[in-house]
């Protein structure tokens, strides 16, 4: 079945340093991917997302490109804030069009 | 901004009452889930909905059911709270059908079974 692996945290980071989350994928045919984020005493959000091979999903300084030959969909940002400070999840949706979610990684910025 | 609500936020409850948990949304969508979450952050799907009069049971097994008898309206009911029932609870809803829908999640009602 359709799973996603995401680097275990939590990560805690310094104001302006650079940010990279990973995340691999196993999934049969061709998935779409997301990274959703959770704040504090709230849902989850989307962040971005990639429908097909190669694409980059970017927003609020976030990226990450779909990476089919490494199944891949890392999550980076070259400078974070302390107001970025959430789980970050990682999530596939396939054949099934339902979402499987990674475990989730706690990140911390602190100023 | 989604426009899916959830009610109550926080509940605190004495095991063996029952308890039912709102989950509206006001943008048509046809297909609502319902997530645990637990302590350690992972999300599990226990319910989803893909229009009305349509439910089925996700990948976690749970003790609580769901109807769906309107689209906007997605309730899941507890018939007798347990400890082990402590959890977040999120609702969830998506377009129907469309490569890389987008799930809109609603704030969460957070559970503390006495």
């Known amino acids: 079945g359709d799973s996603v692996t995401q680097m275990e945290g939590p990560v805690t980071l310094s104001e302006e340093a650079f940010l990279t989350i990973n995340c691999t994928y196993t999934?049969?045919?061709?998935?779409?991917l997301f990274w959703y984020v959770q704040y504090p005493g709230e849902g989850l959000q989307l962040l971005l997302k990639a429908t097909k091979a190669d694409d980059k999903g970017s927003n609020k300084g976030f990226e990450a490109t779909y990476r089919k030959e490494t199944t891949s969909f890392h999550l980076e940002k070259g400078s974070v804030q302390v107001s970025d400070s959430a789980v970050y999840f990682c999530?596939?949706?396939?054949?099934?069009?339902?979402?499987?979610f990674g475990s989730g990684t706690q990140l911390t910025v602190l100023p | 901004e989604a426009d899916i609500y959830q009610t109550p936020r926080y509940l605190v409850i004495g095991t063996g009452k029952k308890i039912t948990l709102e989950c509206s949304q006001t943008?048509?969508?046809?297909?609502m889930y319902w997530y645990q979450q637990d302590p350690g952050m992972e999300l599990h799907l226990i319910h989803y909905s893909y229009g009305v009069n349509s439910t089925e049971k996700g990948d976690l097994s749970s003790e609580s059911t769901v109807s769906r008898i309107r689209t906007e309206h997605f309730p899941l009911t507890l018939e007798s709270a347990r400890p082990s029932h402590t959890s977040q609870y999120l609702c969830?809803?998506?377009?129907?059908?469309?490569?890389?829908?987008?799930?809109?999640f609603g704030p969460g009602t957070r559970l503390l079974v006495l």
């Open positions: 943008m048509g969508h046809d297909k």
């Open positions: 999530a596939l949706s396939g054949s099934a069009r339902q979402l499987t």
């Open positions: 969830a809803s998506s377009e129907n059908g469309q490569r890389g829908e987008t799930q809109y």
């Open positions: 999934a049969t045919g061709y998935p779409s």
